[in-house]
């Protein structure tokens, strides 16, 4: 197992760091090759990501109310059935970073006492709409596509998910001041080997029902509309329909050689993440699957030559630095699946107990979603939920090893990814295991000469371990 | 006439201020690891210069890092305060301070002539004199020579990295790449303005600005400072020593109030011969 | 437990304090069992009902972390981290289980990693929610039942509401004493110093519930037969944070000539305030006090109209005790990557200004590395509100 330090942001007293060299924020313009997308899909995913932040930005002339909301919070179909236009702070995050513009508004929030350790998703926002307060609703220049209207209300949530679902917006509020927060809860049972977590699933289930049916209230209130309960059962419907749809396409990654890589699932998570519950994400998938298909039966494969398959096992990309998929994949290196952005499952494998309560149907779906790994974990002594995930996607997928990034500013994903890969390796099989560090939007401790060192010492290993199995 | 004496222990340079009316006598010496034996010394040749003795001192206080290790000042009083104290002696319109030191640096809000709020950061070598220094030597320039280097610069060079070590190497890779001494030194004193200004921007920032700490020696530093600024950034006459002066002009303030009360505040009880017995 | 003798308590509460884990150790070898918890969120009620002794966890600030950093990432807050390394390198090797509740990330993604490392007898997840309406109220209310099936199950005795009704009336009556003890520290200057303090809040958070209160009793009869010292005015600090559980700090603020006067800790006021309401079914009343009067940033509260009635909900408590405890300086100590905390910082502070009052902000870790960087910065602080 290789362990990478790119230097974490503030080092610890006494800490050497191997000396790097650092790329300049401003080499996008000059010589930053454009990311090649294995598929066309992909390649429209721009148009999603604008016409997001666009939607924001239009919603008062089309008397909408725009609501910051976060992603899998299972507030989607109630938003969307009350056409109200989410504006996604994470995506706005994403793109800053991603543009390698995200530094400016870290240092606003940084100026008012927000810590460079917390949640970069946020500070990067909040620095955002710090600076579009002052300018007391004048667009911010530089913003990316105009940047994200000032919301009417800020629908958050207490779940599992993260801790900065709540308190982002809590934070958010003290620059809004008159603008109404939301936070609602989504728990799921934890998984305790001793404990059959079946008999606990009813209550959490109630649980996660009343607090989305809060949640309507709380829109009802807000937008001064009722809501229509036959059009939400509907998207209901369609999100299903698009989970469904979204495995399928992404189980045709199975194929060897893999048709698409994570580099492009990064971008083809954006409908199932920010626009679930559209007709416009589902036929998405419809598109991406049919491209998959047409690929496979052309034999065309992410890498010219495909010499290995790897998981991406665990956590949030650095969304400045998603042209290093492209250094793996020039390299025969490919990622066929990744457990970060799949937010999914087929219905089926679920085992959704019927209701006609469409709020309930998403309860559990997100709980079953979570604890459907937790009895095969039990069957495996010393396993848990998420690495019996890891081991699914790699016989699955036939992956030879697995990559895991933590990032700095994210406890939410990146704690715990240790022992994942360590227990990974004691339950299952000592595969070759990389484990990257840096940040998802925080550019500062990244280096890119650094970062292709460490993937190809990791791309030996991954030599070492075939030419043993061989 | 009373006469009081400032003692500023910095990380890499020991400063003496006496004041009687007015400056009497001033004096920087490099810091060692032993504090009290240079402290002593400083201390002696201050007086020296003011043709005074030890019993001539009113009341001495001591600041710095190193404040602690002056067992013959009467008093122990933080840099901030002193920095502040001095400072607004020397340029009374200056309402925010940057102390650019070795191994520090400061932002400190003045208001009536007094604290009214400050940052520092003495965690991170990057915006302090602690990165110049490592940058002169990577780079084989003097560093009382970098600013004016600097100042020869066609275009100052970016140089992303935050940390101290990660951004000597991205510079020794530039030159490599052809780009341009002064430019690159240009780029360091930019990155080291930008650290400090980001810090200082934590309160609000409010002309006149000044300068003080080894930093106010670099004339490239001021610049790239005012450009971050994009205001005038003021420089006292002898930036190294507002610590001692103000911690001089405390040590005044604290024996004027006692007085105003008829009475004279507690002293350390400690010659300079007494603690000679650490040498 | 050493006899609490006139003129012994304090220096009793300082052996507890030195030697942390002292008197579980003994309960141990006794046949009792101990079972350890993290946060302000551990229900000491129910564990008493269940006969157990829990005993709240803490670290070494003095200690450099080590062994844990092959387990447990180093972004994770560093009071877990600090607490895990001691625990992995045997400082709690007595215990015969944990419960974690989940206050937040650190704890919740940690949880995998601290059962499968310390492989204890008993080990017990409580998914406190972080929200507080009436699903809320409900659904805490099903986990804490949860919670004491499993303790049943692991002490082989039924837990009766009566036995639960008992242990709130017994650490109800201990938060008073606790509440009674720090009334004293209203007088000018206060008549049990901040180190003192410090040290009575670590040793009893480590003792059974009626030890603790004997331990309180005690001491606050020693000081209460204090005289009030003639001395200069010295400023009125208040200690704002989460866990900090060493004199270290304490002495830097008080060493630099200032008096403790008050806290905002989650050993401190956050952990004694709040008493449980007596309620026909217990737990109905514990999961009430721990969701709606325990007021910790890793709990929502969305109460009030207006934005500034939301932070008289958050923070009124904090603003009372500035007031009752005339406190004219807050030090606000906030741990490195702490996103419960960190999000709240600039909320906080200007609602503490707002009333008048100057505060301080570091930024730091669980560590006494730092400790002269943090003391330039509280004399720097007490002089400028001199």
């Known amino acids: ?65 725009v609501a910051y909301a976060y992603i899998a919070d299972g507030q989607d179909e109630i938003m969307r059935a009350m056409d109200i236009v989410p504006a996604w702070g994470e995506s706005f995050a994403g793109v800053c970073a991603a543009k390698r513009d995200a530094e400016k508004y870290l240092q606003k929030a940084e100026a008012d006492n927000f810590s460079r350790s917390l949640c970069t998703y946020a500070t990067c926002t909040i620095g955002f709409d710090m600076m579009r307060e002052e300018l007391k609703g004048e667009p911010v220049p530089g913003a990316p596509w105009g940047g994200m209207a000032r ?30 927060v939301f936070v609602g809860s989504m728990y799921y049972p934890p998984f305790d080997p001793n404990v059959d977590h079946k008999e606990q699933e009813k209550f959490y289930v109630k649980y996660a029902t009343e607090e989305l049916r809060e949640l309507v209230k709380f829109c009802e209130k807000h937008t001064g509309k009722k809501m229509d309960r036959d059009r939400l059962a509907a998207l209901v419907d369609l999100s299903d329909k698009t989970w469904d749809l979204f495995i399928d396409t992404y189980e045709l990654r199975k194929a060897v050689p893999t048709p698409m890589d994570t580099g492009d699932a990064m971008n083809t998570m954006v409908p199932f993440t920010f626009n679930l519950g559209t007709q416009e994400a589902y036929d998405f998938y419809k598109d991406l699957y049919d491209e998959l298909k047409q690929k496979i039966a052309e034999k065309k494969g992410v890498a010219d030559d495909e010499k290995y398959r790897v998981l991406w096992a665990a956590g949030l990309p650095s969304w400045f630095a998603l042209g290093d998929f492209q250094y793996f994949n ?24 019927k209701t006609n309560d469409p709020l309930e149907h998403i309860a559990w779906r997100w709980v079953r979603y979570w604890t459907h790994w937790y009895d095969k974990a039990r069957k495996r002594p010393g396993s848990i939920p998420k690495v019996e995930r890891i081991i699914e996607y790699i016989e699955d997928y036939e992956c030879d090893g697995a990559v895991f990034h933590s990032a700095f500013s994210c406890r939410s994903w990146h704690a715990g990814i240790i022992h994942q890969a360590e227990t990974l390796k004691r339950v299952y099989k000592d595969i070759p295991v990389l484990i990257m560090e840096g940040d998802i939007v925080d550019i500062s401790s990244y280096n890119e000469a650094d970062t292709h060192n460490r993937i190809d010492a990791f791309i030996e290993t991954l030599e070492a371990a075939k030419k043993r199995h061989n | 006439m009373n006469y009081f004496a400032g003692v500023d222990i910095g990380s890499t340079m020991t400063k003496v201020v006496i004041i009687g009316d007015s400056i009497v006598a001033s004096l920087i010496g490099p810091t060692g690891p032993e504090h009290r034996k240079l402290a002593n010394k400083v201390m002696e040749d201050a007086l020296n210069q003011a043709h005074l003795k030890f019993e001539d001192l009113s009341y001495i206080v001591a600041t710095g890092y190193g404040r602690i290790n002056v067992p013959f000042a009467d008093r122990q009083i933080t840099e901030i305060t002193c920095h502040a104290k001095g400072l607004h002696s020397l340029l009374p319109t200056a309402k925010t301070i940057v102390d650019i030191g070795g191994q520090d640096s400061k932002g400190i809000k003045i208001k009536d002539g007094r604290v009214h709020n400050f940052v520092m950061n003495d965690k991170c070598a990057a915006g302090t004199g602690r990165f110049l220094e490592v940058i002169a030597e990577s780079l084989n320039v003097p560093l009382v020579r970098l600013g004016e280097l600097s100042l020869t610069a066609v275009k100052a060079a970016e140089i992303s990295s ?96 006692f007085a105003e009360e008829g009475q004279t505040p507690t002293r350390s009880g400690r010659g300079l011969e007494e603690a000679r017995l650490f040498l | ?37 993290l946060t302000a969120l551990g229900p000491v009620e129910i564990m008493t009902a269940a006969g157990v002794v829990p005993i709240r966890l803490k670290g070494n600030v ?91 199950k692991f002490t082989g005795k039924k837990i009766t509401d009566e036995a639960i009704a008992q242990a709130v009336k017994s650490h109800n009556e201990n938060r008073l004493l606790m509440r009674e003890l720090y009334s004293l ?32 009793r005690s001491i606050a009869k020693e000081v209460k037969q204090r005289k009030t010292p003639s001395v200069e005015k010295r400023a009125r600090i208040m200690l704002v944070g989460d866990q900090i559980d060493d004199a270290a700090i304490v002495d830097a603020i008080e060493g630099a000539g200032a008096s403790l006067v008050m806290d905002g800790l989650s050993i401190g006021s956050k952990m004694y305030w709040g008493d449980v309401d007596v309620t026909s079914d217990p737990v109905q009343g514990i999961a009430e006090r721990y969701l709606r009067k325990l007021k910790i940033p890793t709990t929502f509260v969305g109460a009030g109209n207006t934005y500034q009635e939301n932070l008289e909900a958050r923070f009124g408590l904090m ?29 906080i502070k200007s609602f503490i200004e707002s009333t008048g009052v100057p505060v301080l902000y570091l930024e730091d870790e669980y560590s006494t590395s730092t400790l002269a960087r943090v003391k330039t910065r509280i004399e720097a602080f007490l002089e400028m509100i001199a």
């Not at chain 2, 004339?219 to 950034?233: H, S």
């Not at chain 3, 972004?75 to 206050?103: E, S």
């Open chain 3, 62 to 152: 003095s200690e450099p972390i080590t062994k844990g950093d092959a387990y447990m990432e180093t972004i994770v807050c560093p009071f877990v981290r600090n607490v895990f390394d001691a625990a992995v390198k045997g400082k709690y090797a007595f215990l015969d289980g944990m419960v974690l509740p989940h206050q937040c990330d650190s704890i919740d993604r940690t949880n995998d990693v601290w059962s499968s490392s310390l492989k204890l007898p008993y080990w017990h997840f409580l998914n406190v929610p972080h929200v507080t309406d009436d699903p809320s109220i409900e659904f805490m209310r099903e986990i804490l039942r949860v919670f004491i099936s499993t303790l049943e």
């Open chain 1, 330 to 353: 020039e390299k025969g290196v490919v990622f066929p699946v990744e457990v970060t952005y799949r937010g999914g499952e087929k219905i089926e494998r679920l085992g959704l107990p």
């Open chain 1, 151 to 180: 919301p009417d209300m800020i629908l958050g949530s207490g779940q599992l998910l993260c801790d900065p679902r709540f308190k982002w917006p809590q934070a958010t509020q003290h620059y809004l001041q008159d603008v109404p």
């Open chain 2, 162 to 257: 935050t940390c101290t070590v990660f951004a000597e190497h991205e510079i020794t890779n530039q030159l490599a790449n052809g780009e341009s001494l002064a430019n690159l030194v240009a780029g360091v004193h930019l990155s080291v303005a930008t650290r400090v200004c980001s810090l200082v921007k934590k309160m609000t920032i409010e002309q006149d600005i000044a300068i003080t700490g080894g930093g106010a020696k670099n004339i490239g530093l001021i610049r790239a400072l005012e450009a971050k600024f994009g205001c005038p950034v003021l420089v006292p006459p002898e930036p190294l020593i507002t610590g001692a002066l103000g911690a001089a002009l405390m040590g005044k303030e604290i024996f004027e109030k």
């Open chain 3, 1 to 37: 437990m050493t006899e609490l003798r006139d003129g012994n308590a304090l220096p009793s509460a300082e052996k507890y304090y030195e030697e942390y884990g002292l008197r579980a150790k003994e309960l141990k070898a006794a046949g009792k069992k101990v079972i350890g918890y």
């Open chain 3, 185 to 216: 520290r209203k007088s000018d200057p206060p008549l049990i110093s901040g180190v003192e303090m410090m040290k009575v809040l670590v040793a009893a958070m480590s003792l059974p519930v009626k030890e603790s209160s004997a331990l309180i």
């Open chain 1, 1 to 65: 197992m290789i362990s990478i330090s790119f230097g974490l942001h503030g080092k610890r007293e006494g800490e050497t760091i191997a000396p790097i060299k650092c790329r300049e924020d401003d080499h996008m313009a000059e010589d930053k090759k454009p990311r090649a997308l294995a598929t066309q899909a992909a390649a429209k995913i721009a148009k999603f990501v604008k016409g997001n932040l666009s939607a924001t930005l239009k919603a008062k002339e089309e008397g909408k109310k």
């Open chain 3, 319 to 347: 603003k009372q005790h500035i007031g009752e405890f005339k406190v004219n300086g807050v030090i606000l100590f906030i741990y490195k990557y702490c996103d419960p905390y960190g999000f709240e910082v600039p909320a």
